[in-house]
């Protein structure tokens, strides 16, 4: 009996020793500065999350990821979008709106969204401004819900997590 008191003691212990190092702040993560500009600028990411590309747009930021000014637009049961990304006329995932509230939907490189809100990257000089014509976003996006159509991507035409596969490539975009 009181052997069995001192195991189950001990592996309480040992579980909330790995709770306690998993969820304490740790080393900064590597794009944490970054992150934060972007959020700063008033940038915002339109993601959902059972959206394979906005996990990958996600993991591009590792542990930073949580810095990012995301925006959830799936409902809970993963069926619909909410009201606030109907609203903003979010039609496929994920969705960037740069600080001149440009849009650009599709996994942007960590390079695209310093250029889209002059963000420098870490170890980087602050990015030329590119100059593009008035209306006319100067990041080249994997596919623009401006104009409706997709460069180099392929896209899941769905908006659900269940017909969502994740078997586009990295630079897609989920259109609903």
Not at 39 to 47: E, H, I, M, P, R
Not at 105 to 114: F, N, P, R, Y
Not at 139 to 163: C, D, F, K, L, Q
Request: aromatic share 6%; charged share 10%; proline share 7%.
């Amino acid at each position: 009996m009181k052997k069995s008191i001192i195991i189950i003691a001990a592996a309480i212990i040992v579980g909330a020793g790995i709770v306690f190092l998993v969820r304490s702040p740790g080393k900064a993560g590597t794009y944490d500065t970054f992150a934060q500009c972007i959020k700063d600028s008033g940038t915002l990411f339109y993601g959902a999350f059972w959206c394979p590309h906005c996990r990958d747009q996600k993991a591009e930021f590792g542990k930073s990821a949580e810095l990012l000014p995301y925006i959830e637009c799936s409902t809970p049961d993963g069926q619909s979008q909410n009201a606030t990304c109907n609203a903003m006329g979010i039609k496929s995932y994920p969705t960037w709106v740069g600080p001149d509230h440009s849009t650009t939907s599709g996994v942007l490189s960590l390079e695209a969204l310093s250029q889209m809100t002059n963000c420098p990257l870490p170890g980087a000089s602050a990015p030329e401004t590119a100059t593009a014509p008035a209306g006319e976003s100067s990041v080249a996006p994997a596919s623009s819900t401006e104009s409706g159509s997709a460069s180099t991507s392929s896209t899941i035409s769905s908006g659900t997590p269940a017909e969502a596969s994740g078997t586009a490539s990295a630079s897609a975009a989920v259109s609903l």
